[in-house]
């Protein structure tokens, strides 16, 4: 291949989830690789703040001198397709004669718009990431390549993409798993994702004692759904029990979004086994109300969610069970509302993610009767989040007076003074006074940084 993008500048926006995230860090070893030089900056994320104000005028300000500008797309409600498209003009707008890159979710969902679609050259698909080298040198030798999408749901392959040096080096995510069959009437991701597909687990193992040698001290096992892992029958516990025997070096390994159903006797064993397991279990609840569940085409009962929860807390020293929640669903109602408020004050979650339900079009929750109201939505969504600070709250407490392992990840500034911050095992966010770390140590002004993605041990 060519060495035609050698020196080009390029930069990547990524909007969404932890998934994308992964897979920009992949495109861009891929790019760096390929002899380009990255300037990107901060990052957007459209899909954990649905109310954030719209993409700004200086989101793309700084990126007025890349060559390449490649948006990373989010296409789980109406508003992140909302943000995607004013991302992708805003880069052209600053960045005239670059080559703009759409690629993601909401490039599977709106194909057709972006390749009409004058501010946008390149359209990658979800499962053409992994070429995008080759897509970008074909362009710069004159070839016409706009179209680089395809119908995601009948493609069984693995796109197989790798990180090894991310930047963040406290805390890096690999994707093991692509895809969903769960098809939740609120949900567009099974649609443009495509149906389940898994990594090879040497390939996670490799992955993880490159990440490992290169310094990173906690892995991320992240994905569409990852309980439905399944590489040629190695399931997601086996896999697990692998990922723990060969892979020594690094020090912590979390878990991203769990359904109930994979909490399991076998689970907790081998969860056990190993304590750079974390003690913390996301669990992809969305509702607490049986009949909400039910609309939602969620395959279990809260008396479900209740045993697992259990289960966990039997075997585990307090450990953090956190969740997302959706409040106001398509024909909830008051009753239901205050079954989900009882549900949750029993259930105690250390955190709630709440998000008001967003309609999204081509979902069967979008054309159901009984929407709830705006201003409805918010209040129910306002109460739990007010139960959901409580919970925490208490949660934290808990450990006041205790010695935690702390993994540093930056040094903030806070009313003038300095702070390392981190998150323990639990994940419970640490801000660690820089000068009661002086005090202890014989290092001199200016050490500072030594202790970025170090483990230390602090009184809460």
């Given at each position: ?12 926006i990524?909007?969404g ?20 030089i ?12 649905e ?7 200086n ?17 789980v409600?109406?508003?992140?397709d ?8 805003k ?24 390749l009409?679609d ?18 970008l ?8 390549v706009?179209?680089n ?58 992955e ?15 994905g ?13 516990c ?6 723990s ?14 359904e ?5 006797e076998r689970?907790?064993?081998?969860m ?29 009962t ?5 045993d ?7 075997n ?16 909830e ?23 008001k ?5 081509g979902?069967v ?27 925490q ?14 993994l ?48 230390i041990?602090?009184k809460?």
């Open positions: 291949m060519s060495n035609i993008l050698k020196g080009k500048k390029f930069s990547i990524t909007l989830c932890k998934v994308n995230k992964y897979e920009s860090d992949a495109m861009q070893e891929d790019l760096l690789s390929a002899g380009c990255n300037i990107s900056k901060a990052e957007k994320n459209s899909s954990q703040d109310s954030a104000s719209p993409v700004s005028e989101d793309a300000d700084e990126k007025s001198s890349a060559d390449i500008c490649i948006v990373n797309t989010c296409s409600t109406n508003i992140a909302q943000k995607s498209r004013q991302m992708l003009h880069m052209k707008r600053h960045n005239k004669d670059a080559v703009v890159v759409a690629t993601g979710c909401y490039v599977q969902a709106a194909a057709d718009k972006l009409a004058e501010a946008v050259d390149i359209v990658i698909g979800n499962n053409r990431k992994i070429d995008i080298v080759r897509i040198t074909e362009y710069f030798e004159g070839k016409d706009k179209d999408v395809i119908d995601i749901n009948h493609d069984d392959t693995y796109e197989n993409l790798k990180v090894s040096a991310p930047s963040n080096t406290s805390r890096a995510y690999i994707k093991i798993q692509d895809g969903c069959n769960l098809f939740c009437t609120y949900c567009i991701i099974p649609y443009v994702r495509g149906r389940i597909r898994s990594k090879k687990v040497n390939d996670i193992i490799n993880m004692n490159t990440l490992a040698d290169n310094g990173v001290r906690e892995i991320v096992l992240t569409i759904d990852i309980s439905s892992y399944n590489d040629d029958g190695t399931d997601f086996e896999m697990l029990h692998m990922v025997q060969n892979v020594k070096k690094v020090d912590r390994i979390r878990l991203g979004s769990l109930p159903r994979i909490i399991t689970f907790i064993e081998i056990k086994s190993d304590e750079r397991f974390c003690p913390h279990f996301h669990l992809s609840l969305q509702s607490v109300c049986d009949n909400t569940l039910k609309r939602m085409n969620r395959h279990y809260v008396q479900i969610v209740k697992k929860v259990k289960l966990l807390r039997d585990f020293d307090r450990p953090a069970l956190t969740a997302d929640l959706i409040a106001g669903f398509a024909g109602t008051e009753e239901d509302f205050n079954t989900t408020l009882d549900n949750l004050a029993e259930l105690k979650l250390y955190e709630t993610h709440v998000f339900f967003s309609r999204r079009k979902t929750a979008d054309k159901m009767p009984d929407q709830v109201p705006e201003p409805v939505k918010a209040e129910r969504s306002e109460k739990m989040i007010r139960l959901g600070n409580i919970n709250s208490s949660y934290e407490k808990q450990f006041k007076g205790e010695t935690v392992n702390v540093v990840e930056e040094m903030i500034s806070k009313n003038g003074k300095r702070f390392f911050r981190g998150h323990t095992e639990r994940y419970i966010l640490v801000d660690i006074p820089v000068d009661d770390i002086i005090e202890k140590s014989d290092q001199k002004d200016g050490f500072e940084k030594n202790f970025i993605n170090q483990i041990q602090t809460l």
